[in-house]
């Protein structure tokens, strides 16, 4: 048997050769498309500008905190706006433009969204509240900021969703999929969310791209947000896909709410593990009834235990 070091050359030059098909696989423009590492970092940086007292950079002892905000929103501004004329390529009409004008556009929206910062800041400022308010495990507003997986993905999202509204390509998904990596929640930066949003515990959630989420919200662990169906693709592009949830809905763990004319009233309580394709009044309360436990045991007998009937078991639809 040949050696390895005979054997690679010709390894190489069959992989070499693959990459020379012109699918989408093979693009090797690497200039021309986002770098998901400087995005990342962009992400974290704004992370720091919205939370200055929580998040700044502690390698050096600063002594005017005005002034290295200014540094870090200054290098904010020039690598999102590098980002952005990148992305901007990929839209299939601004792609068509000069670069002079992509320049111009790739400013206008980096500018725009930096003047919103403010705007997203105030709507954390209710997030964080709101998670106080809505977890007595919570002890303080710092605890929640430094540890929540919630308010991270929650933070994140509504960063990534201004430049969604401003029309920038991939680069907010990036960022999206960046949290959803680290927390485990997954939500589309399309998403509409209202202020006073809390995810408690978060592991598992989904909230779709045309999900539409009013004020005071609180949704737990294993909920889905989606559509009722993707099996038109891209055909159902710019459709709405997934509900809307009013004002003062809370949500129990592992609920599914699909289909984009669904739409959970007002005051309404969605119970664990509820799967919901029509409509929910105003204040209506949703349980799972006649569930049962199967237990097998080793001799052979098999008993069943009604959740509806036990007082011996908490309903699973009820925990918090």
């Known amino acids: 048997m040949e050696r390895i070091e005979t054997q690679i050359q010709g390894i190489i ?7 020379r098909q012109d ?46 905000l200014s540094l870090l929103i200054e290098d904010v501004a020039f690598n999102l706006n590098r980002q952005i004329e990148i992305a901007l390529k990929y839209d299939t009409e601004a792609g068509s433009v000069s670069e002079e004008k992509l320049s111009e556009m790739a400013q206008e929206k980096t500018l725009t969204f930096l003047r919103r910062l403010p705007e997203v800041r105030a709507y954390l400022d209710t997030d964080l509240q709101a998670a106080l308010d809505g977890d007595p495990a919570a002890t303080c507003y710092d605890e929640i900021i430094f540890a929540y997986p919630g308010l991270y993905a929650i933070s994140v999202s509504r960063l990534a969703h201004e430049l969604f509204l ?20 997954d939500i589309h930066p399309g998403a509409t969310i209202g202020r006073y949003f809390f995810i408690d515990h978060g592991t598992g959630i989904v909230i779709g791209e045309t999900t539409v989420i009013g004020e005071h919200v609180k949704i ?10 993707t099996r038109g693709g891209q055909s159902l592009r710019g459709v709405k896909r997934h509900p809307n949830i009013e004002d003062n809905v809370t949500i129990y763990s592992g609920a599914s709410i699909l289909g984009g004319e669904t739409t959970i009233g007002r005051g309404a309580v969605i119970g664990g593990n509820a799967f919901i394709t029509k ?15 199967v237990f097998n045991q080793k001799d052979g007998r098999v008993e069943t235990v009604d959740l509806d009937q036990s007082d011996d078991i908490v309903n699973i639809g009820a925990y918090i």
């Open 166 to 185: 401003l029309g920038v390509p991939i680069v907010p998904r990036i960022m999206t999929e960046h949290a959803h990596s680290r927390t485990g929640i």
């Open 23 to 68: 699918r989408p696989i093979d693009r090797q423009d690497r200039f021309n498309q986002p770098d998901k590492d400087i995005i990342i970092d962009i992400l974290e940086k704004l992370l720091k500008i919205v939370f200055p007292g929580h998040l700044k950079d502690r390698t050096y002892r600063v002594y005017s905190n005005d002034h290295q």
């Open 279 to 293: 409509s929910v009044g105003a204040n209506t309360s949703v349980s799972v009834k006649n569930q049962e436990l």
């Open 13 to 19: 030059s069959d992989i070499l050769e693959d990459y």
């Open 220 to 229: 737990y662990q294993g909920v889905t947000l989606g559509a009722l169906s």
